[in-house]
């Protein structure tokens, strides 16, 4: 059971900042007790690295490994900065509720269940914790029409991709008897079930579930309403953590219960990470809301991290897990700076509202600068190190016309990247507005991101070693 510690520290976390709330008054010192519990599971957890302490547990369903432990690290990173840009921006919105960071730390811990589980119901169980945690911080601004809207959306095209999973796990177990993913595979070998076409419906049943978690195209309807109706901060956290959770349990569900029809999910990902790209560029084009902009931009990078499942190897799926901690610090960088924007009476959330901001605080445009270049993939940024390797090794595994198109992509993605650089640098302010004071933990965010952008883009060898050594041991 030692191994479960770190998801039972960050539910206790949750508890604790509920009963917290009803003594504390001052919500500050409630998210610095969650951040310490999240610290203590994090310290918890990489303590357990030792070989010796890896294993399962329930019975085989839910295992701690290096894989689980790297998507680990990005929940506590998205998770902590997460509640770093809350402490402000929540004030303003008038909602700095317990509640709401318990309810981060529940939508936490079901990611963490997930990465873990290696059972299509522990996989079920993390994902709807995750998932209704995730429905109520997307509406919890209550008197906000476009917050309502946003959950009402979300819950609903939520319970759609969790019909379509559930169908999946049902045929699955139908065709095997056995929810056990290692099981599954080999009951397909054994039985010879590898060609039946139940089989592939099943197989199609889990990427259109998972398609919907990363908002593959045409799965991607509800992410650009979502992520601009709900607050910032939540916008930062769904577009980054539980992305990589859904990421993580594709890739578990496909290497462990169905690599022997690589094959077969190679031929269904690869249009879809084509059409993602294509789509994601395209419409973030027109986008005048900075939100709905990153909404776009974060399904063409879906795109691109879908690229690196189709080789089927290691290696390309290594580079994969490398581009999603990449994405993670410097989206969430980008979205820190955008919580930087709202004021009292200003939403901020236009890209408008960006205009002349360099010579209010040129430092917050620098480092908003160094996040839209990184996004667009300019070396020597991370963004551009973690493109690099998911495409040299498509393009090793013959996916060359994929990969000109993703390039082709790319470079019109520069083109809305820049574009808030172009307001930021050379447009003057619409209307006057205040100097941004920085609060010293969005100061922290900053420095973090926006240095491990730096370093990541210099050293890239640092992040892949971390990544390789966590998958393949």
């Known amino acids: 059971m030692r191994i479960l510690t770190p998801e039972l520290i960050m539910i206790g976390t949750g508890l604790a900042v509920l009963l917290l709330d009803l003594v504390i008054k001052k919500k500050e010192a409630v998210a610095f007790a969650g951040i310490l519990g999240t610290l203590l599971s994090a310290y918890y957890n990489f303590s357990l690295m030792d070989p010796v302490l890896s294993g399962t547990v329930f019975q085989g369903m839910f295992i701690f490994d290096g894989y689980a432990s790297f998507f680990k690290l990005i929940f506590y990173i998205t998770v902590i900065i997460t509640i770093l840009i809350s402490l402000k921006y929540m004030d303003i919105e008038g909602a700095s509720l317990g509640e709401y960071y318990a ?4 939508a936490t811990s079901g990611m963490m269940i997930m990465v873990g589980a290696i059972d299509l119901m522990v996989l079920y169980l993390g994902l709807e ?3 209704l ?12 029409r476009s917050s309502n809207e946003a959950a009402i959306k979300y819950f609903f095209l939520g319970a759609f991709s969790s019909a379509f999973l ?3 796990i049902a045929l699955a177990y139908g065709l095997t008897g ?3 993913l290692y099981e599954i595979a080999a009951s397909l070998n054994g039985l010879k079930l590898v060609d039946s076409p139940v089989t592939l419906l099943a197989l199609i049943f889990f990427v259109t579930a998972f398609g919907f978690k990363i908002a593959l195209v045409p799965f991607h309807m509800w992410a650009p309403d979502v992520y601009e109706g709900a607050p910032t901060s939540i916008t930062a956290f769904m577009s980054t953590g539980p992305k990589a959770a859904a990421f993580a349990v594709m890739g578990r569900v496909f290497f462990s219960a169905f690599g022997a029809l690589q094959l077969q999910w190679s031929m269904i990902l690869e249009p879809l990470a084509m059409v993602t790209i294509a789509v994601g560029s395209i419409l973030a084009l027109s986008q005048t809301n900075i939100k709905r902009m990153l909404a776009y931009s974060s399904i063409a990078h879906a795109g691109y991290a879908v690229i690196g499942f189709l080789p089927g190897t290691q290696e390309a799926f290594a580079a994969t897990l490398n581009y999603l901690m990449i994405y993670t610090l410097m989206n969430l960088g980008a979205f820190t700076v955008v919580v930087l ?4 009476g200003i939403t901020g959330d236009s890209i408008q509202d960006f205009a002349g901001l360099a010579k209010k605080n040129p430092l917050v445009s620098a480092l908003m600068l160094i996040f839209m270049f990184s996004l667009t993939g300019i070396p020597p940024l991370a963004g551009f190190i973690g493109k690099f390797y998911i495409f040299m090794e498509a393009i090793k595994a013959g996916y060359t016309n ?3 198109i993703a390039v082709i992509f790319s470079a019109v993605s520069a083109f809305f990247y820049l574009r808030i650089v172009v307001y930021m640098y050379m447009k003057e302010p619409a209307a006057e507005f205040a100097v941004v004071n920085v609060p010293n933990a969005v100061k922290l965010t900053l420095a973090f991101t926006s240095i491990m952008v730096i370093i990541l883009g210099i050293f890239p060898s ?6 390789i050594s966590s998958f393949m041991g």
């Open 103 to 106: 309810l981060l730390f529940f």
């Open 178 to 180: 056995t929810t056990n």
């Open 166 to 168: 559930l169908y999946g």
């Open 129 to 131: 914790l995750m998932a």
């Open 341 to 344: 924007m709202r004021r009292e």
């Open 133 to 144: 945690s995730l429905y109520i911080l997307a509406g919890i601004l209550r008197n906000r």
């Open 462 to 467: 640092l992040l892949l070693k971390f990544v």
């Open 402 to 404: 994929l990969i000109i």
